[in-house]
């Protein structure tokens, strides 16, 4: 996921997705196909919350940033379809699908061969 993330810039939210639950990665993901291998509905917004830009300012970019703080304008989110790094934000919501599905394969074994919480993490899932 790193490797993915790298090179976009969004290594961080990567990070903070996995290890802090935080941002886009780490909530509500976009459903997959029933197949699985597919993010299904791509007319729904971007998941990093991409907007567009109204002129000047205007650039098709996955950024969340307005184009001045004190922007009065609305800027509508990026749809899926429309966002210029789809393909990678696509792929890191597969891949994250697929790490919560091991993750908790993983717990579910630890649960049945009897292991307990240390007490040392928060909201640790083997927490009874």
């Known amino acids: 996921m790193e490797g993915i993330a790298d090179p976009n810039g969004f290594r961080q939210e990567v990070l903070d997705g996995i290890f ?10 976009p459903r997959l196909s029933k ?8 007319r729904g917004p971007c998941p990093r919350l991409c907007q567009n830009r109204h002129r000047p ?4 970019d996955c950024s969340k940033k307005r184009c001045t703080d004190d922007c009065p304008k ?5 749809t899926r ?3 210029p790094m789809r393909e990678s934000v696509e792929a890191l919501v597969l891949l994250e699908h697929k790490r919560r ?6 717990i579910a074994y630890l649960k049945k061969e009897g292991v307990e919480c240390c007490g040392t993490v ?5 927490h009874k």
């Open 101 to 106: 599905k091991q993750e908790g394969q993983f």
């Open 122 to 126: 928060p909201r640790c899932p083997l």
């Open 20 to 29: 802090l639950h935080k941002g886009w990665l780490g909530e509500h993901l």
């Open 57 to 60: 300012a205007y650039r098709r």
């Open 81 to 83: 379809a429309d966002c």
């Open 35 to 42: 197949s699985g291998g597919k993010v299904v509905n791509s």
């Open 74 to 78: 609305g800027h509508r989110p990026i």
